[in-house]
Every structure is written in structure tokens, then in C-alpha cells.
């Protein structure tokens, strides 16, 4: 097969043009379940919230007007004609000259439009004293501040935190109309790999690629289906992709895409149905042997073996379209600045990616971004790393201290 | 009870000289299921990995010194001896002037010491034609130099990711050792306090709290314990949170801490063992009357009713708990810088926080923190805001386009 490097910018171009994922399912689920789910649908309340006008401290109701003369020297006195609690109607109506004792929460009497707080009166028996003006509406929240009948509150594609799964429960929501989260398959190609467990024979390394990509789905809030281990044989490599297509909402491989005599993965994959390989080659490091390719709507992302490079390449392609099946909004990834703290080559011709660690440099008040240098592949540069910076195609180097934008791998 | 406002540092040293949780339990956790776990020992390297010297490019492996005369117009020629396949030991042995055939991740044969890339070479039948001299290594990924045998790559305290997890299957493990998740009780106290789904009578208000804290606690890796909603009954509460007590790590209560007669939380609270109360309010707006008491060693976390001030004092104070009760390492909340997008004035004499929104300036390329102006107290504020800054107890503002730090509510 014919083997066209493309730019980063034409691959992500060529995935968007293909990609026209099927409709997404969607499911109930319980408020308490809804962590990191995905909305389904726009949420418009039904009720005020809160559906009265409410105290937020604890003191008096009182028609504000009636205090406008006091002062800390000529403070105005009020009747108390009762007492206003939470979950209840208060009995009593304000008349001008009285004050109605209220809790915090509890509604407003009809005729209060102020509550003003314990701390600035003083009582003798049933008679109160205010040493102080206020003006009308404080410490109420007005019914409807909150949330107000038919105000779109949520919004499709939202995904759902404390806030969001409070909001719902403040409408009295036990339930959600959530997306169903994506199936991806994965799994690893070669002779070479080995399930973990087992004895490691000479010439032969653990899979490492099951886990690390299986939990960056999870992370994505996705479900990976796991296929295992297939060696470099044509048929059995044929027989797993045809199951994990027909499985999954996409698929993902790792290894067996090098332009060796035992690559057989992007042939394979091809041979399955329309478009088939729409990308060979990327013309980035590391990462370059990625292809990707279309069958039957379902993108098959085909990774390289090395571990790093499959896990960083996960994070700049196959994340955008897992998000997308999840129903998620598009959201870029969170970035730094920081300085370089050595200078920093690129692959000729190739759009680079350097992992690096942030450290602070107290003396500057800046963020430095050390590249890691150990072997290339090493899955251990990236449990050291925070993020990578990427040098453009026709950059040949970043020099040290040159002030540098670093994309964070984790969120946390 | 006398109620002395502590200042928010005053009050985290306080929980700080209080805190003195027992050992965390462990359990065994499979590597699919170790997302966002949390590591209990550190783990050190068995093995090398890889185990052996390993091929990063498809060609042909040689004795560098072999090509060191090669160049364009003179290229050298080798005898091509063999193939070095994946995951079985090379048969051949190395003579000078000889190369052998290797794939993506082969071992390297016994004599060589550098892989040329295919794209480098000509080979017409078995014969090699070299046009570039390459330094010894080139092109190898020498055993050990992911992970060395005996080293510590991965330290106890630290949480479980994408590339921590595939680390650990390079091990060749199939589990790892994590902190169990601790239990964290939640109650919702006031007779206002409606169950969702049910029929919201007139001065009622549904419990939005048991649903944004357990939300928050998931959020940070525990596991909550739902009592529900507790009246504002003595007997009621007090037996609630005996039971709540024994069963949880620690025990967040929202609403009963105000100043009003039906306030009961600290009282109960205090009753219950020793220390018991050691905060009772801190000088900080929203979240006046959050009231904290340590029981039979387990925090119990008062905090108000208002859902918007209940999830900023979690926030603040509550997570950094529930991350050590977690075995999590201490981490500082993410923060950004932005610009102020309007005058913010802080309440008199309290640690101020104001929820903010952030938006780009394009045309001065900066981020704005807008503050979100709602009513106090909606939990829908926080549905909007991307974090909150903080206005020192004796600064009365923060002028509008004043350089401001955003501690951020989401990671992602």
C-alpha cells in the first residue's frame, strides 16, 4: 500500500470528513449514578426555585420601611406577633409596626419584604428593637432567583458534576436522560507480546498496551472491550477485527503497523469494508506509522506498538472521537504556559512531540518544562510526564528559556 | 455555645492538630479496575524492560563500525545473513561484514551494536547496499532502559492512570495493592428538606445537598453513605448521627448550623464523644456557620444549608480531608491567572470567595474572571462558574482589570 505521509492538520481533517457516527443511545439514570455522564437532552425546569420567597439568615421579617428611621442612637421598636419556621406556610400576616421572628429557610410572611438579622436587634420580651435601616428585599432570596419555570438550566452534551447533578436534584429529578457511553474495542498485534501473568520467555515483552489505552478509555468516560492479544498471523488478525468492528462503536490496535515484512494490520483492516485505510502515515514523532482507516461508519485507530507513542497519539487523535461518541461538547485541552528548560530539537520534517515535567523556578516565579529524555517508548516517560509540547513542522528547534505552550495529560 | 469566627487558616490548622485517622485498609485491585485508584506501597521493578536489546525500526541490524566509510556516492555493501523476527531469540550470530534483517521490536542479534532503517538501504538479492554511516546504538532500545530491575517506578500515595497502569502491566502484574475507598456518611437536616421525586408542598424545598456532595465525594475517589433527610428533631438527629458515625470514615451534615432555635447540629454533634467541636464558624463568606467536631477520631463536617456555600466549603475544606482519608498524596487545587471582568467587593472582616466564570479577551489575549452575579446561595451559580477567587479578610475590593489567581472547580 501506498504510504503518504500526511500533516497532523490533513489527518485530523480526514477523520472529521469520514466520521459520520451512527445515532448515540441514551438510558435513565439514576441522579446519584450520573457522575461524568453525558446529557442527552436540554433540561428545562418546570418549578421556581426556591418556590417562595425565603430567608437566608435567621432574625426578624419586617416591612423594610418601618426601620428607615432608626439609628444607633433613636432605634424603633416593633411588636413580634409570631414566629416563621422552615416547611411550613407561615400563619401570621405582617402589619405595619411588627416583626414576625424567622428562621433561616423559612418563607416569608405575606406583608414582610425584608428580614433583617438577629445580630442587630435586641429583644425584650415581645418587644423588638432595630438599631439599624435596611432595605427592602434583604436577606430574601426571591422565589424563582434560583432557577425560574421554563429556564433552560442544563444543555445537551453537558457533562454532569456536583453542580450539575444539584441542580437536577433541585427539581426533584430522581432520573436523567443520559448518553450511553461508547464500546471501544482493543487490542494489541505481535509475536512479541505477552499477556501479563504469565512467564515472560526470552525475546518476548508483557502487553502494555491493553491497559494503558483501556484505562485512558475509561478516563475519556467510554467502555473498552477487550480482545486480547493477536499474534502476526493474516487470518487470526482478520477473524478479531471482523468480532471487534461488529462489537464495538470503534476499535483500536496496537503494533503491526511498521512497514516491515509482518505489518499486516493496515492491509488487514482495508480489506474490510469502505472507505477502508483513509490515513497511512503521519508525518509526527513519535507516531508516524498511525493509520486509521473506516468500515461501516466505525473508525479503526491502528497505533503503533510502542507504548508511549500509542498512548500520546491516543491522547491527540482517538481522544477528539471517543469524546464525540460519548455525545460530549468538543473541548480543547488544557494548556500552560511555561519556559523551555533545555533546547529542544525536532524531527525533520515531522511535527514533534516532547513530553515534558513542569517545575517551578522560585527565583523567576515561572513554570520551567523539563523534557524528559529517557529511551524512546518507554512507558515510564509518561507516568513522570505533565503534559508535551508540540514543535511545528518547519521549526528546527525550540531553544532554551523561549517561553513554550505545554497540552496537560492529566486534568487533575 | 459560644461561637468564636476562626479564620480559614486558623480553622485547617485546627482540623490538622485534630486529624489522626486510623491506618487506611487495603485490598488487592485487578489493573482494569485500577483507574483512579490509589497506590498503597511503592513498587519496585522485578525485571528489566525490556528484557533484552530491542530493534525501534524495521532494517537491518549491523556492526556500526561496518558503515562508518559509507556515504552517497560510496555506499559499502553487506552480506545478508539472516532475519531477526519478533518475540524469539535471533539464531545468527553477527560476523563482520554481514547484516541481518529485523522488524519493529526483534531482538537485537548477537554481534550487532546498531539498526540501520530500511529506508536506507538498497538490497538487491542478498546483498546490502549502505549509503549513510550510522553510530553505534542507532536505532536500539537497550534492555533496562524503560525500567531497571530493583528500581522504584512507581511511589505508595500516588493515583492511578493511563500510564501508572500500563507501567505496571510492563511488570507483567495483574493487580496492584490500593488504598481502600473510605466511607463518607451525608445527611440533610431541616424540616424544609423534600425528598426528590416526591410532591413538594408549599414552603418546602427539595434536598439538593445529598446529591451535589455525594457527587463531590465520588468526584474524589470515596465512597458515600446516604442517611438522607433528618428533621430538625433532636432524638432524630442524634440518632442518625450515631449511626452515621460508626458507619463512615467521616460525616458531612448540610443545614441546622445557623444561629436560629431549631439550629441543633453543633450541639448534637458535641454531645457525641471527644474532642467534639473545634470549629464553630470561621470568618469566611459564603459558609459563616460551618461547624467542625472530630468523634472517635472521624471529622464530622457541618456545613450550611445553602447548597452553593455547602459545595465551596467542600470544596476548601472538606476534600483535602477526604483526599487523605483516600491515602492520596496533599495537592494544590489548580489555578489560573486571569483579569478581573468587573470591581469585586469583599464582605467586612471575612475571607471572601466570589464564583467567577472565565472568558477569553481576544482582542488583549487574556482570560477575564467574570463574577457570577446570581442570587446567594443557587446551586445553579456553580453550574456556571469555572472557579472562585478569594479576597483576603482585610482587602475591602479587587479593582476591575486587577491580575487575579482563578482556583479552578474542574480539572478538566
Known amino acids: 500500500m501506498f504510504r503518504k505521509l500526511l500533516t497532523l492538520e490533513e489527518a ?25 455522564r453525558v446529557l442527552k437532552e436540554n433540561v428545562i425546569s418546570t418549578i421556581d426555585v426556591p418556590a417562595f420567597n425565603r430567608s437566608t439568615v435567621d432574625g426578624y421579617a419586617v416591612k ?14 416593633l411588636n413580634i406577633s409570631g414566629i416563621a419556621l422552615t ?53 430574601i432570596m426571591k422565589k424563582g432567583s434560583d432557577i425560574k419555570t421554563g429556564e433552560t438550566i442544563l444543555h445537551t452534551r453537558q457533562t454532569l458534576g456536583a453542580p450539575e447533578i444539584g441542580t437536577l436534584a433541585a427539581l426533584g429529578l ?15 498485534i ?33 467502555k473498552p472491550i477487550i480482545f486480547g492479544i493477536v499474534p502476526d498471523d493474516k487470518n487470526a488478525l482478520r477473524k478479531t477485527l471482523i468480532t471487534a468492528i461488529s462489537s464495538a462503536d470503534a476499535v483500536i490496535t496496537s503494533g503491526g ?43 479503526i485507530f491502528s497505533l503503533p506498538g510502542n507504548p508511549a507513542a500509542a498512548l500520546l497519539m491516543f491522547h491527540i487523535l482517538v481522544r477528539p472521537t471517543i469524546f464525540h461518541l460519548c455525545g460530549k461538547a468538543p473541548h480543547e485541552t488544557r494548556t500552560i504556559r511555561a519556559f523551555a528548560g533545555a533546547k529542544l530539537f525536532s524531527a525533520k520534517g515531522r511535527r514533534t512531540f516532547i513530553t515534558v ?15 524528559i529524555t529517557e529511551a524512546s517508548g518507554a512507558i515510564t ?10 514543535i511545528p513542522e518547519n521549526q528546527q528547534y525550540i531553544n532554551k528559556d523561549e517561553e513554550i505552550t505545554v497540552k496537560l495529560f492529566r486534568q487533575t
Chains 1, 2 share one sequence.
Open 12 to 36: 485530523k481533517k480526514i477523520i472529521e470528513e469520514n466520521f459520520k457516527p451512527a445515532q448515540i443511545d441514551d438510558e435513565d439514570v439514576a441522579l446519584l449514578e450520573a457522575y461524568n
Open 64 to 77: 423594610a420601611e418601618d426601620t428607615f428611621n432608626a439609628d444607633e442612637n433613636q432605634p424603633i421598636t
Open 87 to 139: 416547611g411550613e406556610q407561615p400563619k401570621n400576616v405582617l402589619a405595619k409596626g411588627e416583626a414576625i421572628e424567622i428562621v433561616t429557610g423559612a418563607p416569608i410572611p405575606e406583608g414582610a419584604n425584608a428580614v433583617i438579622m438577629l445580630e442587630d436587634t435586641e429583644r425584650v420580651d415581645n418587644q423588638l428593637q432595630i438599631y439599624t435601616a435596611i432595605a427592602p428585599y434583604m436577606n
Open 174 to 188: 430522581t432520573k436523567v436522560r443520559c448518553f450511553k457511553p461508547p464500546i471501544i474495542a482493543i487490542l494489541s
Open 190 to 222: 505481535g509475536n512479541e507480546i505477552t499477556e501479563t501473568g504469565k512467564t515472560l520467555i526470552p525475546g518476548k515483552i508483557f502487553d502494555i498496551n491493553t491497559y494503558s489505552l483501556s484505562t485512558a478509555i475509561i478516563e475519556c468516560g467510554a
Open 257 to 299: 503497523v511498521s512497514i516491515g515484512p509482518y505489518d499486516y494490520t493496515p492491509q488487514i483492516v482495508d480489506s474490510l469494508g469502505k472507505p477502508g485505510v483513509v490515513i497511512s502515515g503521519i508525518a509526527v514523532k513519535p507516531g508516524k506509522p498511525t493509520t486509521i482507516a473506516f468500515i461501516q461508519n466505525k473508525p
Open 357 to 371: 515535567k513542569l517545575a517551578l523556578d522560585i527565583e523567576k516565579e515561572r513554570l520551567i518544562a523539563e523534557p
Open 381 to 390: 516517560t509518561l507516568t513522570k510526564a505533565d503534559g508535551f509540547i508540540e
